[in-house]
């Protein structure tokens, strides 16, 4: 078959390589029908995520048909339309009967590498490096999925691939990012960065109920889907100061919750500020450029809740545990426990609550994988979300 | 998840040259913070307020690591540190040679002293590195401790443990294990180039649903002994399985084989195979991926094949028939 493989920093190519097969009994094989590129996929891309081979298949967001099915797997018939969720969970171990799908504690097969890095393991990732598993992605015609019993969600309703594909990772992500909130009535929330799952985030916080969203973003014709197709109000940050515009837009008070959607290769327009973290970053002396992050903490309303949803790997500089200590900020974050939305957040695309697909822009062949990845990086010609056919 | 610890007993030798090059540290810190003025006119460059302040900061290195060397239990890091701060003053007696040193040969002499503990520096930090990695000396013990929480109850973690001839499903190093008797067995493990190490072994207490102990009988080559405790979690999250492993290492070539098949990473070894029993029992199968087809295995993970399906003959390497 033919997959998006990574194959050196800034260099992904499509390859054939061999079909996937059944390994284990709880396995399921799909036959892609749509794929996206995702921002996290960004950082691989870019070498920022330690633990990849040359040679390994990129992609964490699919969907397809369901082609074969091992022993174990009684609820997926053959021909069934399913999405697969970005987290491999077992569905039984502690963390997996708590909801979080993310921390399943058996499905990283490299779980001593994972614990060298980040003190314990997490759940096994498709195509997100070695230290999530070393997972085959989806970028490719075919996919192995584990657990099949456990993750993938049939879609039985006619709504297009579009409207549905997002609930592998993005849509769940942004909304995850707003649940952490707790939001109230009332309540401004903050949203750094829209790309993908900051629009997902907007548009996640109006659903739970808040009264007002601030995105924030360098780059006009994001921060234009923000207001058109999200709903909320904008800040460019290359134009206005952040802080003088939050404090002004919310009296004085700052927005109650934040939500950061930006990560570890964030922007800053002091190029000062901007070229410390880069050239620290490139040194590796730290893994993340957290100007977001910062922001976020330091413009929140006192007791307010920051909520994580940008990505980060390993190590950040200058945080700024001082504002969170003595202003009681609450910090949540996590990978997102994406088994644990499926059926209530396609249960709100089926109601028309939302419609995912706004956010695509780019629609390519599975071959143009290496122009997508491109296109996306440098956002080039209003890029926000580019989906792969195979 | 998983915690661990490692012991081995006798002394350890290996860190004496790190004890020597920590007083080395002091020897040479010490001077430079007191009297930098006269450490600068012995190694002959510029005695300034500049350079005695440059000389201050360098014996304040010295002293940390010194201290860093004698303070922890595993002085690598420190050592590490003091081949950086080496670097560092070979840069700056080379700039000093360059430009302001009054008497060459006495900076020269110095340059070659630092050169010569960098040596030293280099060659203990290499040494101490390899044997935290695992690597034991012949004639010692080895002792394991690993724990894993398993969502089960204790009763039946106690019955699958007592079934020893199932512990080569989830311990990577073993290739059979038969009964032969009530309380003795037979064991059978994979060692290097293809060679076996086998072994009996019996039963030495054995409490239903609580613990299990186990030793090797005379004429092991590698005399080991082992008991397994099953606690109650709290919370209703099932059992602690709590192991401890001890193996004494042969001397003689004997020993180096031994310590080469139990010794690599038995560390991560062992936590490996409490990974694959969890998994076995919680989900019924073992985790296995394209980069990690074996599933849990300290030596792929070190060295993980490409994230993409293997072909069929790399699927028949692994051990792999399929599940459909």
Known sequence: ?390 | MTAISKTTNGGPPHENLAKGLGIFSFALGIPQVLAPGRVNRMIGVRDDAKSRMLMRAVGLREIAAGVGIFSRRHPTEWIWARVAGDTMDLALLGSALRSKSRQPARTLAATGAVAGALAADLVDGLRLSRSQDGQHEPGSSVQLKAAITVRRDRDELYASWRDFERFPDFMAHLEEVSSTGPDRSHWKAKGPLGTDVEWDAEITEDVPGERISWRSLEGAKVENSGTVRFIPAPGNQGTEVHIELRYEIPGGSVGALIAKLFGEEPAMQIKDDLRRFKQIVETGEIARSDGAPEGQLNKRQLKPRPAHPLADDELAGAGIGGGS
């Open chain 1, 1 to 390: 078959m033919r997959a998006t493989v990574w194959a050196g920093r800034n260099k992904v190519e499509v390859e054939n390589v061999p079909d996937p097969k059944i390994l284990n009994e709880r396995d399921a094989i799909v036959k892609i029908s749509s794929t996206a590129i995702c921002g996290s996929d960004l950082h691989l891309y870019d070498g920022y995520i330690p633990a990849m081979r040359k040679g390994d298949i990129l992609g964490h967001e699919f969907m397809g048909e369901v082609v074969e099915t091992g022993r174990g797997v009684s609820n997926l018939k053959l021909g069934d339309r399913v999405v697969v969720p970005f987290p491999i969970s077992c569905g039984y171990c502690n963390a997996c009967t708590r909801g979080l799908f993310s921390l399943c504690e058996n499905s990283n097969p490299n779980a001593s590498l994972a614990e060298k890095t980040y003190g314990d393991t997490t759940c096994g990732i498709f195509g997100y490096s070695h230290i999530t598993g070393g997972y085959a992605g989806g970028q490719a015609e075919y996919a192995r999925v584990p657990f099949a019993d456990v993750g993938p969600i049939k879609i039985e309703s006619d709504l297009e691939d579009e409207q549905v594909l997002f609930l592998s990772d993005v849509f769940p992500t942004g909304w995850m990012g707003a649940e952490m909130c707790d939001i109230q009535p009332g309540d401004v929330v903050a949203v750094w960065g829209c790309g993908p799952v900051g629009q997902f985030a907007i548009a996640s916080a109006y659903l739970l109920g808040a009264e007002r969203v601030i995105a924030i973003d360098r780059f006009e014709y994001r921060l234009k889907m923000a207001r058109e197709k999200a709903g909320a109000e904008t800040i460019n940050y290359e134009q206005q100061p952040v802080r003088e515009a939050l404090r002004e837009m919310t009296g004085g008070r700052g927005p109650d919750h934040c939500i950061e959607a930006a990560g570890m290769e964030a922007h800053h327009h002091n190029p000062g500020m901007y070229a410390y973290d880069r050239v620290k970053q490139a040194a590796r002396m730290e893994t993340g450029r957290s100007y977001a992050l910062r922001e976020a903490i330091f413009n929140c309303r006192s007791g307010g809740t920051v909520s994580i949803s940008g990505v980060y790997g390993g190590f950040i500089d200058k945080f700024p545990i001082g504002a969170i200590m003595n202003r009681s900020l609450t910090i949540k974050t996590g990978q997102c426990h994406v088994q644990r939305y499926l059926r209530p957040l396609l249960q709100r695309i089926e109601n028309g609550d939302i419609d995912p697909s706004f956010i695509v822009t780019h629609r390519m062949s599975l071959d143009d994988a290496s122009n997508g990845y491109e296109t996306f990086k440098h956002k080039q010609d209003e890029c926000v979300k580019v989906v792969l056919t195979p």
